[in-house]
């Protein structure tokens, strides 16, 4: 399979490839950003992408790499591969943000995770992506620039639909920030085959009493049940009550996820099974960000 033609731009620098970006864009060329390639090339070459030109960013080492600042909130460049955040030392996630490391086995195979970026695949915006969910999840801040200069964009503001983010097209997403730590969360999900696209994903932030075991609130999100990953306030409702850490709260959490949403239908299961999964996997995710 080949893709479309197109015309291949190599970025030098962040105000070069905005530059470009917006020149492109103006004169209808519908340009796209390509880093790891690894989502958008796959759909180029069905031909179900068909950008005019590809402005490459892959060398802009400057958007590579994970810092937290003076307020414990966790900044990951938009370059950085899954398996550096995968591999990244506990010195630089810490006990706060385990859950991004543990969720990347998640994500394809090794080969794409050494070549797959973090901001790659939220600017892809696919449903189920486990990056997505995590940044819906944690209330991430998204960071782009363009010729007006950057723009922050909160996680829930910049998933619109399939595919779909807000970045404008002359805009280059430059980081993601998780503003506060997250001990007690968990990513799970089910797909046919590991490495599949999930047919649905679950993930939770639990908020624990200082004895360890009373919940006293907490946040859900799922993917692959709607256009876009979503936040669940009928089960965030139910861990709001609090009540003591076990099975009978996470499945009371699961059986308000699994009444709220109204799953699509297509060749990877039904509604109905879609609802049957939330409820497995939001239990499962429950119990494990607890027992962390």
């Known amino acids: 399979m080949k ?19 917006a020149e492109l864009a103006a004169a209808g ?5 390509v880093a790891g390639g690894q989502s958008l090339v796959a759909m180029m070459n069905f031909r179900l992408a068909r950008p005019g030109h590809l402005v490459d960013i892959s060398r802009l080492d400057g958007l590579r790499g994970l810092r937290t600042d003076a307020e414990g909130a966790l900044h990951i460049g938009a370059l950085t591969t899954h398996h550096e955040v995968e591999t990244a030392p506990d010195a630089l996630l810490g ?8 969720a990347m086995r998640w994500v394809g195979h090794l080969p794409i995770r050494t070549r797959g970026t973090v901001g790659g695949s939220m600017a892809h915006a696919d449903a189920t992506a486990e990056w997505c969910l995590l940044a819906v999840l944690l209330d991430a801040v998204l960071v782009a620039h363009g010729p007006a200069g950057e ?11 399939y595919y779909t983010t807000a970045l404008e097209e002359d805009e280059v997403l430059t980081e993601v920030v998780f503003p506060s730590p997250a001990p007690y969360a968990a990513l799970t999900e089910f797909a046919q085959r590991h490495g599949d696209f999930a047919t ?3 993930a939770v932030d639990v908020d624990l009493a200082a004895d360890g075991r009373t919940v006293c ?4 999100a799922l993917g692959g049940v709607a256009a876009l990953p979503v936040r669940v306030p009928e089960a965030e409702a139910v861990l709001a009550q609090g009540g003591r850490a076990g099975p009978a709260l996470y499945k009371a959490v699961a059986a308000a ?5 109204d799953p699509p239908g297509d060749a990877s299961g039904s509604a109905e099974y879609r609802r049957g999964l939330t409820r497995t996997l939001v239990a499962r995710a429950c119990e494990e960000a607890v027992s962390q």
């Open 3 to 21: 893709p479309a033609p197109f015309t291949y731009h190599r970025a030098r620098d962040l105000a070069g490839a905005a530059g470009l970006l």
């Open 29 to 33: 060329g519908e340009p796209k950003v």
């Open 95 to 102: 006990p706060g943000f385990t859950v991004l490391r543990t």
């Open 151 to 161: 723009r922050r964009i909160g996680a829930r503001d910049f998933f619109l639909g």
């Open 200 to 202: 649905v994903a679950a």
């Open 217 to 220: 609130g907490g946040r859900v």
């Open 257 to 261: 996820a699994a009444l709220a949403i």
